[in-house]
Structures are given as C-alpha cells and as structure tokens.
C-alpha cells in the first residue's frame, strides 16, 4: 500500500504517515500527527496539536481535529486527540484536544460522526457510536459504546451516556441518560427501554425481559431510588447487564434523567 499525499497538501516533516495513508488536496497535518495505516484524509482537513489517529479511518472535506480547546481556562498546554481504528468521521466535524496538561479526547473504534459535529476537549466516546448531523457534545462527555445520538442534540458538559442508549433528535441533554435506554425532547426525558436497539444487537429475550423488570422497578414504581436499586439487586442477582445498569445510576454525578410523565 502506497502512502499518497496530494501535491497542495502541507505536511510537517515530523508528522508519522503509515504506509497506505492518502492526504488530500489542501489539507494541513501538522508535526505532532501520527496516521495509521489505510487512513484517508480528504481534501481542505485540518490537523494540528498532539493527535493519533487509529487504523483505516475516513476523515472528510473540512474535518478540524486537535485545536485547541474552547475554554477560557485553557492555557496553551500540551493536550492530546487520540482517536481509533475504522471511524467514519464526516464534513466539517471539529474534535478538540484537552484542556488540562497532558489530559485527552478520546475516540474509540468504528464510531460514525456524521457532519457539523462537535466534539469538545476531554470528551471521551467508546465503541460504535453514531453521532448524527450537528450533534454537539459539551467538556467532559462520556458517549459509552453503541449509542445512538440523534441530529442538533447538544449534551451538557460532564453528562454520561450509557451504552446502547438512543436519543432523539433536537434534544437538550442535561442529565445523565441510563444504559440501555431512548431519550428525548428539550430538556430529555425517558421513553422507555431501548427495546429495537436491544434486539438488533441480539440481547437474549431473558435479557430484554430482566431489563424491562429492571426499568419498571426504576422509573415507574413508588420506590426512591435507594429502594430500587436494593430491590432489582435483591430480585434480579447475577446478571451483568443489571449490574452495569445499577452501577451507572449509583456512580452517576449530574443525576439521572426521569422517565417523561404519562
């Protein structure tokens, strides 16, 4: 594989390009970039600071990556981008490095961020994530793996998204959004288990059935939260997505999002 850099692009001598690399026309990759082997940059894509990028990525027109971080705090530290293997990471999206001295943004494998994306300094995004159109991600936002993000969400600094959560287009994310879960509206609020997400991903029945009995103790019970947690513990024993659930909502910091009233 032929690493090929269009003669308009600018490349630093000190940038790391592996073999199978393509830069495209007027685009800028700056001294302290690394590219894994089989990305593709397109054209007019800027990349500056400290940032890696993983294995056969597709970064297109317009992209920004590794500019500096958009607080008044941020004093010109060395902070870093480290982004995964095999991201689809669409026009015009801008991805910001840390804020704090050698702190990070982080993207795991296989996301999918679609254009005019944001994503702000020390967020961190796990696996398989789809961030639709405009989607805007605030400092300090954990996106676990296979969440869905719906077109011109904005998501509140230092909110938690857990995995294989979907949330509605438009929607204005304040609180934290518990896993396996659909979320919606401005500000959002629950709608239920993530029932379709579920069974495409192929949870066993006997697991989509824990995790609805798990909801409804939850959301849709007298119980404070203390007491819910207590009881699927007490009722739903040895089950690791309910245990993963349980710990979310014990750990969680900015408070969780209530179910929509009825």
Request: hydrophobic share 35%; aromatic share 6%; net charge positive.
């Amino acid at each position: 594989m032929e690493t090929v850099v269009h003669p308009t692009a600018i490349v630093h001598p000190r940038a790391q390009l592996s073999e199978g690399v393509q830069v495209g026309p007027y685009s800028i990759v700056g001294e302290n970039v690394s590219i894994g082997k089989g990305t593709k940059i397109g054209s007019s894509v800027l990349l500056e600071g400290w940032v890696k990028i993983g294995r056969n990525c597709i970064i297109q027109k317009g992209v920004v990556i590794g500019t500096p971080a958009q607080d008044v705090r941020y004093k010109g530290e060395r902070s870093f981008v480290e982004i995964g293997d095999g991201n689809i990471i669409r026009e015009y999206v801008t991805i910001h490095r840390g804020t704090k001295k050698d702190s990070a943004t982080r993207i795991g494998n296989s996301n999918f961020i679609m254009a005019y994306s944001h994503i702000a300094h020390n967020c961190w995004i796990g696996d398989g994530v789809v961030i639709a159109n405009v989607g805007t991600l605030a400092g300090y936002v954990r996106v676990e793996d296979k969440v869905v993000i719906g077109g011109l969400s904005a998501v509140h600094q230092y909110v938690r998204i857990g995995a294989y959560s979907i949330i509605g287009g438009c929607s204005k994310v304040i609180k934290d959004i518990p896993p396996y879960t659909k979320a919606d509206g401005h500000p959002t609020t629950l709608w239920g288990l993530n029932t379709v997400g579920l069974r495409r991903a192929n949870f066993p029945l006997s697991t989509r059935n824990s995790l609805k009995r798990a909801y409804k103790i939850l959301f849709r019970s007298n119980l404070n939260t203390h007491q819910a947690l207590k009881r699927i513990k007490n009722e739903l024993e040895g089950i690791s997505e309910i245990d993963y659930l349980c710990n979310f909502i014990q750990n969680s910091k900015r408070g969780i999002c209530k179910e929509k009233l009825k």
